[in-house]
């Protein structure tokens, strides 16, 4: 979904910023402050939500607060379903872009929400640092959220993320323990991935493949799962182990599948000999029967770890200036 970012900017008045912000907004945040409260406007993640995000000093009665949001006649004509999270400093309203979107309504929205936070809120004081109070300039963006926070403070904050890491980095690794696991994944969702290929299989050459590349999806999906969940923390070797057992569980699920077939087609039993046998030309077998599929299996293979590698927890803590608001 593409929001008129510029143009809703310039209906509410707020300014444009190209970073992902609190609400990881892929298409950039429109950022300003009001009295005192903090405010983001744009796609919530990757969904076709937009979110409206309010960071505040504080609210004594959060509830009384989301019981206003929810009655506001501005905001409901934004919506037909009501999402708010709200926590002692901040709220996030997120909801569907409504098929006709007007930015002028949306405009009006924005406003009456900012006028019910400021009336449930303490607003922050941006001459001090909302951490310790110190004198600040001007507000700054952490990792894109707006904040008031003075140069020690900064420091300090980097300091404690750098100590974060280095927990994570130092924290145990239960690798074996991962294996296992992710090996028992590996054998039953490999298993499972055969026996529908097997089902999807009526005659060789008569196949689905959308639906079998999805299914070496899903058993990656599974594997890396069970793995993250076993570890604990992710090295290199956990990704690699990822790749290995998804391989494992698909190499079982091709010598399941093509074996069955073989024993259809050729009315023989389905015994060790014919395994032992479809296993040494697993190859073979699933080059002529597809390159294709050849192809996607082993970029899924590849991708598990990958998968692995970009989940790991992020550390990374930057300050930017806070945009210059519009006069
Ligand atoms: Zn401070």
Wanted: glycine fraction near 8%; aromatic fraction near 10%; proline fraction near 4%.
């Amino acid at each position: 979904m593409e929001l008129p970012l510029v143009e809703m900017a310039a209906a509410t008045g707020l300014d444009f910023y190209d970073e992902p912000g609190p609400i990881n907004s892929a298409q950039g945040l429109l950022l300003g402050i009001s009295n005192g409260i903090f405010l983001c406007v744009g796609g919530l993640g990757n969904t076709n939500r937009i979110a409206v995000y309010a960071r505040f000093k504080g609210c004594a009665n959060t509830s009384a607060m989301l019981g206003a949001l929810k009655q506001d006649r501005a905001m409901k004509k934004m919506y037909s379903v009501w999402k708010a999270d709200v926590t002692p400093q901040t709220v996030l309203w997120s909801f569907c872009k409504p098929l006709r979107f007007d930015q002028e309504e949306f405009a009006a929205a924005t406003e009456a929400f900012k006028a019910t936070i400021t009336n449930f809120t303490a607003p922050f004081d941006l001459t001090k640092c909302e951490r310790c109070a110190a004198a600040v300039q001007d507000p700054l963006l952490a990792n894109g959220c707006p904040m008031s926070i003075c140069a020690a403070c900064q420091t300090r904050a980097k300091k404690e993320n750098e100590a974060q890491r280095n927990t994570y980095e130092s924290g145990s690794s239960r690798q074996t323990r991962a294996f296992a696991l992710g090996l028992t994944a590996a054998l039953i969702g490999g298993s499972v991935v055969g026996l529908a290929a097997y089902m999807d299989n009526d005659k060789w050459g008569n196949y689905h493949p959308t639906f079998r590349i999805a299914l070496t999806a899903l058993l990656a999906f599974l594997v890396v799962l069970v793995v993250k969940r076993g570890v604990g923390r992710m090295n290199r070797a956990t990704c690699v182990m990822a790749s290995m057992l998804t391989a494992i569980g698909r190499i079982l699920g091709d010598i399941l599948s093509y074996g069955l077939v073989i024993a259809k087609n050729e009315h023989i039993a389905f015994n060790t000999e014919l395994v032992k046998w479809t296993a040494f030309h697993l190859l073979r077998l699933k080059w002529d029967f597809s390159p294709l599929l050849f192809a996607f299996d082993g970029l899924i293979v590849l991708a598990a770890a990958e998968l692995c590698w970009i989940s790991r927890p992020k550390f990374a803590l930057t300050f930017k200036k806070f945009p210059m608001p519009r006069s």
